[in-house]
C-alpha cells in the first residue's frame, strides 16, 4: 500500500479549524482515563471523530490512531492496522507480532499475537491514547474475540477508545461493573440548545434568531449531522425564517430533506460528481479522475472541502480524503435509484485504477463488487508474486475463494498460485487437486475445453511470463507435494522437469527446483549431494540478501552435516548464519530460532547439557510468538532429547506427544520418525510389549533391504532385538540383529554417513556384548572410538548407559584412545549438583532470576548498555528493558548499579 | 417438537417483514433497501415492507437503517397471506 493511504487510515484526522467547544464532554472523557477504556457509542452523525479528535489534541498523551474501513475486516489485516498505529508512537513496538502475522499458514492463535503486541506495550514509558474510529464497520467475531482479549489485558499506560454506531461484542456490563469502562453515547452526544446556538451562528457563521435556533434544535433533536445540513441550506439565503418554518413542517426524514436541499445547491458537474465517486472509501484527485472520467478531480475535491460538508480530508498533505459515511450512504442511494446501471462500471474503473497504482487489495475488492469476476481473477493472478506484509496470503485467498469456481479452473495460472498458496497452509490436496485442473487446461486440445477467446486473450495478456513458464511452477509444486509425501523418484522428476523447462536467469525458481531436488537427495541418503546443493543455495540466498530463506536453508545444510557426522562443520555453519544475522542489524528474523535449536543439539551431543538448555530456551524465546508453522515440532523434539540426555525419560515422552500434534507436512524428510523415537524410550523403559507392537505396525523386518529413510527405523528394530534378548536369552534373534545391523552399516559407509556409521556401530557393538562376544564388542566400539573423537562426540555413547559404561572400561583396559575414553566415563556420572547458592537458600521472599535474567544482569554487570545487551543476545530492546526491570523487582533494585551490588551480595553474580 | 414447527415461523426462509422507522423516507431509498417497499404513514412514520430471504438479509437491513441514522421504531414479522 503506497505510504499515503496508510498514513492517511493511521494519521488523525485534521483538526477542524472551527468547531464547537464541548468542554463538559472532554472533562467526562479525561475523568474516564483510570478506567481504560473509553466507549463513544451513537448513530451516524453525532461528532463522534471530532469529539476523539478534540480530546486527542487536549489530552496531553500520544495518540495512535486507526481509521477502520469495511476492507479492515480479516483479522489478520486488523491486527497489522492496529500495529501500525501503535508504530507510529514508536517503531519498535510489535515487531514480534508483525513477525508472526506474516507468518506462514496457519495463523499462530491470536493469543499469542496479542501477548507479543502488550509485551511491548508493557515495556512503553508513556501513558498513550490508542483510538478504533469507525470500529462497527469491522464486526467479526475473530476481531470481537481479539478486542475482549485485548480489553481484558490492557496494560495500564494504554487507554483504548473505541468509535462506534453499535455497541461492541465486549462484556460491557461486567466492564461497567467494575468501573473500566467510560461511555459516551447519543444522548450525551447531542448538541444542547447552546452547543446548537454557537455552532449555528459562530461556527457557521450564520446569524439566527433564538427562536429559529430552537425550532433546528427541535426538528433535528440535537443531531449534529442535521444541524450542519440544515446550516449549509440556509447558507446565503436571504429568509432563513421561512426555510425553517418549511422544514420544521415538514414530516420527512431530515436527511432526505436537507441533502435534497444541499445536493439541489450544487451545480450540475458537482452533483454528478458526488453521486460517480459515492462507491469510494477514498478519495484521490487521481482516483475520482478515473472513476468519473473528468480531468479536474482536484478541482472538485477542493470544492467541495470548502464547502465543507462532504469530504473531510484524511492525511494534511488533502491527498486523500474521504466522504463522511453517512454522506456517503445517502449519496449511493441516490445513485442506486437514479444512475444504478453505472455502478458497476464505477466499480470497474475504481479497480483499475488502483490495480495501476499498485493497491491489489483495494482493485480486487472493487472487481468483486463490480461482479466482474473476471477482472478480479486477473488481478488476483497479477497480484500474488507481491503478496506482502500488508495484502495477506488471507486476503489473497479470500478472494480467489469468491471467485466462481468454474472461473479459476479456467485460468491456468491462477489456479497454479491458488495450489501454492494452498500448498503454503499444508493442504496438500486441495493444492495438487489445483494444480491437476491447470495440468487438464494446459494439456486439453479441445478448445471447446478452453474459455471463450475474449477471456483467454485477457488472460494470457494479465500475465503472460507467467502462463510461458506455468508447466515449471506446476512441476515446482508437484516437486514439493511428492517430497511433502516422501515419494522421493517423482520429488527428482519433477524438480528436474522444472529446471529444464525454466530460463538460466529465473534464479528464484530455479533455486527453489534446486532445493527440492537437494531435499530429495537427502531423503534418498546421498547427503554429500544435498550438502552441496543447500550450501549453494543459502550463499545465493544470502548475496540475494533474503536473510530469512538463508537461515532456513542453513539449518538444513547443519542437520545434514549432522547425519554425515560433521559436527563441528554443522555449528559453524549455525554459528556463522548466527554472525550474518548480527552484522544486519536490525529485527531478528523469527527463522533464527532453527539456528540455536541446531546450536542446542549440537552442545547436548558434546555433553554440555546446560549450554544445550540455554540454547534451546533462546530457539524457544525467539520461535514462541513466531508462526513458524513447522517449527515448533523441531523444538519439542529436540527438547526431548534433552530430557532423555538428562535420564528424565518421562517428560521426553510427554515432549514427544506435543512435537506429534504439531507435525505439519513439509518437504523436509521425515528421517528420524517420531513414533520410533517414541519406541526408543519405551525400549530404555522396558516397555518391550509396546515396543513390539510398534514394530509390527511399521511392518519392519530383519530382512528388509536397507533405505536411508528407514534406516533410524531399523536401528530401532535392532535394538528392540538387543533388549528382547537381554530380557529374556533366546527370546529376541540378536543373530538376526547382528546381520541387519551389519548391512545397515555397509549401506552408510557406502553412502559415506558418518553419523550413521558412529551411531550404528555403537548399537553393533552393544549387539555383540549382548551376544556374549566381548571380543567383536570391543573391536567395533573401537571403530566408533576411532571415528566419534576428531568430532567430540560424547551423548552417542553415554546415552546408552551401563552397559555402554562396561564396554568403556574395558576398552579403557585395553587402552583405547585413553583420553576419550576417560572424559566419556566421566559423563556417565557428572559432577554433584553446585552447592545451593546463598541467593537460593536465603531469599525466601524473593523471587529467584530466569535463566534469562541471570544472563541480561550478567551482561549489565559487564557495563553493557540495553541495546547492546539486546544485540549480543539477539532480542528485542524492548524484551531487554522488560527483564531488566523484573530484575530490578526481584531483587528490590532501584537502577542497574543497585541491582548489580544486590546481586553480588547475594551470590548470584562472583562478588568482587 | 420439530413435528409440530410450524414451516412459516422457520426464521430461516423468507418472509414478509414490516420496519417501521421515524421520519418520512423518500422514495429514492427502495434499491438501498433492496426492493421494500416504502410507505408513508400519517403520524409521520414510515412503512418498509417486503420479503426478506432469512435473518442474515434482514439485520443486513436493519444495518442500513442504523448506517443512515434513522430511528428505529419496531420491527415485526408478516404472515403471508
Request: hydrophobic share 45%.
Amino acid at each position: 500500500m503506497p505510504l499515503t493511504l496508510l498514513a492517511a487510515k493511521l494519521s488523525l484526522p485534521p483538526l477542524r479549524p472551527k468547531t464547537v467547544l464541548r468542554p463538559h464532554l472532554i472533562e467526562q472523557l479525561n475523568a474516564g482515563l483510570p478506567a481504560g477504556l473509553t466507549l463513544i457509542s451513537a448513530p451516524a452523525g453525532f461528532g463522534k471523530t471530532t469529539l476523539v479528535r478534540a480530546w486527542a489534541a487536549a489530552c496531553k498523551r500520544p495518540v495512535a490512531w486507526l481509521s477502520l474501513d469495511e476492507g479492515d475486516a480479516d483479522l489478520a489485516g486488523f491486527l497489522s492496522y492496529l500495529v501500525a498505529a501503535l508504530q507510529t508512537l514508536d517503531g519498535h513496538i510489535g515487531t514480534g507480532a508483525l513477525g508472526l502475522l506474516r507468518a506462514a499458514q496457519p495463523q499462530p492463535p491470536t493469543e499469542s499475537i496479542l501477548t507479543a503486541l502488550l509485551n511491548d506495550v508493557t515495556a512503553f514509558h508513556n501513558n498513550f491514547l490508542v483510538v478504533l474510529d469507525d470500529f462497527h464497520l469491522i464486526r467479526a467475531k475473530p476481531i470481537d474475540d481479539a478486542l475482549t482479549y485485548l480489553v481484558e489485558h490492557l496494560p495500564p499506560q494504554m487507554h483504548l477508545v473505541i468509535a462506534t454506531r453499535e455497541d461492541p461484542h465486549l462484556p460491557l456490563a461486567r466492564l461497567r461493573a467494575r468501573g473500566r469502562l467510560t461511555e459516551l453515547r447519543a444522548a450525551d452526544l447531542r448538541f444542547t440548545p447552546a452547543e446548537a446556538a454557537d455552532f449555528l451562528n459562530q461556527v457557521m457563521g450564520l446569524n439566527l434568531s433564538p427562536d429559529d435556533i430552537a425550532a433546528l434544535e427541535a426538528r433535528t433533536e440535537g443531531w449534529i449531522a442535521g444541524l450542519q445540513l440544515a446550516a449549509l441550506s440556509l447558507h446565503g439565503r436571504t429568509d432563513p425564517a421561512r426555510f425553517i418554518q418549511a422544514f420544521t413542517g415538514s414530516h420527512r426524514f431530515v436527511l432526505d430533506y436537507l441533502v435534497d436541499e444541499v445536493l439541489e445547491r450544487q451545480p450540475e458537474p458537482v452533483r454528478r460528481f458526488l453521486l460517480q465517486t459515492a462507491i469510494l472509501d477514498q478519495l484521490s484527485a487521481p482516483l475520482c479522475g478515473a472513476v468519473a472520467e473528468r480531468d479536474d478531480g482536484q478541482a472538485m475535491l477542493e470544492v467541495l472541502e470548502r464547502g465543507n460538508v462532504f469530504v473531510a480530508p484524511l492525511d494534511d498533505h488533502r491527498h486523500w480524503y474521504r466522504y463522511h459515511h453517512l454522506f456517503a450512504e445517502v449519496l449511493q442511494a441516490r445513485v442506486m435509484a437514479e444512475l444504478p446501471d453505472l455502478i458497476p462500471s464505477l466499480h470497474r474503473r475504481a479497480s483499475l485504477w488502483y490495480a495501476q497504482n499498485g493497491l491489489p487489495a483495494e482493485a480486487i475488492r472493487h472487481a468483486l463488487a463490480a461482479a466482474d469476476f473476471d477482472l478480479a481473477a486477473a488481478q488476483l493472478e497479477l497480484a500474488w508474486p507481491h503478496t506482502d506484509d500488508r495484502f495477506h496470503h488471507t486476503t489473497w485467498l479470500a478472494g480467489v475463494r469468491a471467485l466462481p469456481a468454474e472461473l479459476v479452473r479456467a485460468r491456468p495460472v491462477l489456479s497454479v498460485w491458488y495450489a501454492h498458496a494452498l500448498l503454503a497452509t499444508g493442504d496438500l490436496e486441495g493444492a495438487q487437486a489445483r494444480l491437476a485442473e491447470a495440468e487438464r487446461w494446459l494439456e486439453s486440445g479441445d478448445p471447446v475445453q478452453k474459455p471463450a477467446a475474449t477471456q483467454a486473450a485477457t488472460l494470457v495478456i494479465v500475465d503472460e511470463r507467467q502462463l510461458q513458464t506455468l508447466p515449471a511452477t506446476i512441476a515446482i509444486g508437484r516437486a514439493y507435494c511428492a517430497q511433502a509425501l516422501g515419494d522421493g523418484p517423482s520429488t527428482v522428476q519433477c524438480a528436474r522437469q522444472a529446471l529444464d523447462l525454466l530460463p538460466a536467469d529465473d534464479q528464484v525458481r530455479r533455486g527453489q527446483a534446486t532445493a527440492l531436488l537437494g531435499l530429495a537427495y537427502w531423503a534418498n541418503g546421498n547427503l554429500e549431494a544435498a550438502d552441496r546443493i543447500f550450501s549453494d543455495y543459502t550463499r545465493q540466498l544470502r548475496s540475494a540478501g533474503n536473510l530469512p530463506d538463508a537461515i532456513s536453508t542453513a539449518f538444513v545444510v547443519a542437520d545434514i552435516r549432522m547425519a554425515l557426522g560433521r559436527l563441528r562443520e554443522a555449528a559453524g555453519t549455525l554459528e556463522q548464519m548466527l554472525q550474518n544475522v548480527v552484522a544486519q542489524g536490525g529485527s531478528v528474523p523469527p527463522e533464527t530460532a532453527d539456528l540455536y535449536r541446531g546450536l542446542g543439539d549440537l552442545y547436548r551431543e558434546w555433553g554440555d547439557l546446560d549450554a544445550a538448555a540455554r540454547s534451546l530456551l533462546s530457539a524457544q524465546e525467539l520461535g514462541e510468538h513466531t508462526g513458524l508453522f513447522d517449527w515448533p515440532h523441531r523444538l519439542y523434539v529436540a527438547q526431548a532429547r534433552l530430557h532423555q540426555s538428562q535420564g528424565d525419560l518421562e517428560g521426553a515422552l510427554q515432549l514427544l506427544d506435543q512435537a506429534e500434534g504439531l507435525f505439519v507436512r513439509t518437504p523436509l524428510p521425515d528421517v528420524h520418525p517420531l513414533a520410533a523415537r517414541r519406541t526408543r524410550i519405551w525400549i530404555a523403559q522396558g516397555r518391550l510389549t509396546e515396543a513390539l507392537a510398534w514394530a509390527r505396525e511399521r511392518g519392519l523386518s530383519v530382512d528388509d533391504t536397507p533405505n536411508y529413510l528407514r534406516e533410524f527405523e531399523h536401528v530401532t528394530l535392532a535394538r528392540l532385538l538387543i533388549a528382547q534378548h537381554t530380557s529374556e536369552p533366546g527370546a529376541g534373534s540378536i543373530r538376526e540383529a547382528i546381520g541387519l545391523l551389519e548391512r545397515l552399516l555397509s549401506a552408510a559407509e557406502a553412502g559415506r554417513r558418518l553419523g550413521s556409521v558412529i551411531k550404528i556401530l555403537v548399537v553393533l557393538a552393544l549387539a555383540h556384548e549382548a551376544a556374549g562376544s566381548r571380543p567383536a564388542a570391543l573391536g567395533t566400539l573401537e571403530r566408533a572410538l576411532m571415528l566419534a573423537e576428531p568430532e567430540g562426540y560424547v551423548r552417542i555413547f553415554v546415552d546408552e548407559g551401563p552397559p555402554m559404561e562396561r564396554l568403556l572400561h574395558a576398552a579403557a583396559a585395553r587402552g583405547t584412545a585413553p583420553d576419550y575414553v576417560q572424559r566419556l566415563l566421566a559423563a556417565f556420572h557428572p559432577a554433584a549438583p553446585a552447592p545451593t547458592r546463598p541467593y537460593a537458600a536465603q531469599s525466601t521472599s524473593a523471587e529467584p532470576l530466569s535463566e534469562r535474567e541471570r544472563e541480561v544482569l550478567h551482561h549489565i554487570a559487564e557495563g553493557l548498555t540495553n541495546r547492546e545487551i539486546a544485540d549480543r543476545l539477539y532480542l528485542s530492546l524492548y524484551t531487554v528493558k522488560a527483564h531488566a526491570r523484573s530484575i530490578y523487582a526481584k531483587l528490590e533494585a532501584n537502577n542497574r548499579t543497585q541491582a548489580v551490588a544486590k546481586a553480588r551480595e547475594l551470590g548470584i553474580l562472583p562478588r568482587v | 417438537m420439530p413435528a409440530s414447527h410450524s414451516h412459516s415461523a422457520d426464521p430461516d426462509r423468507p418472509a414478509v417483514y414490516q420496519i417501521r422507522v421515524k421520519g418520512h423516507l423518500d422514495g429514492l431509498w427502495q434499491a438501498w433497501f433492496e426492493g421494500l417497499r416504502i410507505t408513508s404513514e400519517e403520524n409521520g412514520n414510515t412503512l418498509l415492507t417486503g420479503p426478506v430471504s432469512d435473518q442474515a438479509a434482514l439485520h443486513g437491513l436493519l444495518r442500513k437503517v442504523r448506517d443512515i441514522g434513522l430511528p428505529l421504531l419496531s420491527v415485526v414479522r408478516v404472515e403471508p397471506e
